[in-house]
């Protein structure tokens, strides 16, 4: 009995060191992974696996499936049919015939055009109007089912006018 407890005392650095081995692995796995608030769908990679990569460098693109929202670019001599608040409706090219019904959560404060990187130059003389374009948030309201819209994908959004 005695050779074992001697055998066991002699252990108890490597023990001791395989611990602390198993700790910093787990800060390591800690400090490297990114927790979601929702669970998403990544849609693009822009690092490969083993890249270095820097604080606040883009990573990936992500959503959320269950939280889908419309953003539409509308003509500034339509904006005046869109309030936030407001029903409209949601046609999407992907899927002829169905209507989405959705209610306007905001309406850009500028055009889109003046957030452009390039913005269009105004020399003298050049007289021709362009129709600006503002931007308008829609939440679906019932949120269709995960999975059925996607980013990216071209929609029309009608107001009633009468109002």
Do not use: C, H, W
Request: hydrophobic share 40%.
């Amino acid at each position: 009995m005695n050779v074992l407890a001697r055998q066991l005392e002699a252990l108890g650095p490597q023990e001791r060191e395989l611990r602390a081995q198993r700790e910093r692995a787990e800060m390591d796995l800690a400090d490297r992974t990114i927790p979601m608030p929702f669970d998403g769908v990544v849609a693009r990679v822009f690092v490969d696996a083993g890249e270095y990569v820097a604080p606040g460098q883009r990573l990936l693109l992500l959503y959320d499936p269950s939280a889908v929202r419309v953003e539409a670019n509308v003509k500034e001599t339509e904006v005046r049919f869109f309030s936030p608040g407001k029903p409209v409706l949601v046609t999407v090219d992907a899927y002829p015939g169905r209507r989405f019904e959705g209610v306007v959560e905001r309406v850009g404060a500028a055009a889109t055009s003046e957030f452009a990187l390039l913005p269009a130059p105004n020399p003298s003389g050049n007289f021709t109007r362009i129709t600006q374009r503002l931007p308008l948030r829609i939440a679906l309201q019932p949120p269709p089912e995960p999975g059925l819209l996607r980013p990216g994908m071209l929609v029309r959004v009608e107001a009633d006018a009468r109002e």
